[in-house]
């Protein structure tokens, strides 16, 4: 589990295609590995990924086909720019929100702009994960925990786009500083929501497809009235 607070930025130092598969090696900056061990999870760009080898300079990972389906590591090229946080442990400050470094979806920077010192960022979402955005509520953006400014719906094909206000330590210490228009970047949706809807959904958990909850659904139920 990680916090989304970034320790550091990385280095995309090597890629080595296995087979389908992938091998990273990630060199690590800044950030202290004398407490790392094989076996540990550091989160990648959001993305938690195991220690399989400690090189001195940073580490490499093994990434499997399903990541790279669902992240945005097969775009990943020699030199690329990462966010890295290490797990946390019983005694780290629960600075952000709860991460679990299981990236959801591929989002894209619709358009950035400056607002006084910060900048401000709108996102798309994929549709299937629109209805864990919440105005005010949490998100990860490439493993940067984030608050969520303003949530604007448009059409089922393109999703929910949301808006991030960004202040400049976090665009000092992340990537963002680098995003722009068209970017690709992982998301991760609030822990505690999908949980929220597992738990609404009941014994109709057990028979959904894939769906998830519904407007229907909350109105058959009380949660909504049309």
């Known amino acids: ?6 320790e550091t930025v990385g280095e995309i130092a090597e890629l080595k295609p296995q087979g389908g598969d992938l091998r990273v090696r990630v060199r690590s900056g800044k950030l202290d590995l004398i407490d790392v061990q094989l076996g540990d999870s550091i989160a990648t760009n959001g993305v938690c990924l ?6 001195g300079d940073g580490y490499w990972a093994d990434v499997s086909a399903e990541t790279l389906d669902v992240t945005s590591v097969g775009r990943w090229k020699k030199g690329d720019r990462v966010n890295l946080e290490k797990a946390l442990t019983p005694q780290t400050r629960l600075g952000g929100h709860i991460v679990s470094g299981h990236v959801d979806g591929i989002g894209e920077v619709v358009w950035r ?6 900048e401000r960022f709108r996102l798309r979402a994929p549709d299937n994960l629109a209805r864990y955005i919440a105005h005010k509520g949490s998100i990860t953006v490439d ?28 665009l000092q210490e ?12 992982n998301l991760e949706v609030d822990l505690i929501a999908r949980y929220l ?4 959904l009941g014994d109709e958990a057990a028979k959904a497809s894939g769906g998830g909850m519904t407007l ?11």
Do not use: C, W
């Open 113 to 118: 702009k400056s607002e006084a010192r910060a």
């Open 216 to 226: 229907e659904f909350l109105a058959q139920n009380g949660f909504y009235k049309r």
């Open 1 to 6: 589990m990680f916090t989304g607070i970034i």
């Open 143 to 170: 493993g940067t925990s984030l608050t969520v400014n303003a949530v604007n719906a448009v059409n089922a094909v393109d999703g929910a786009e949301f808006e991030l206000t960004i202040v400049p330590h976090t």
């Open 174 to 185: 992340t990537i963002m500083a680098t995003y722009a228009a068209g970017t690709r970047v």
């Open 197 to 200: 809807e597992r738990l609404l």
């Open 50 to 55: 195991t220690v399989v080898d400690l090189p």
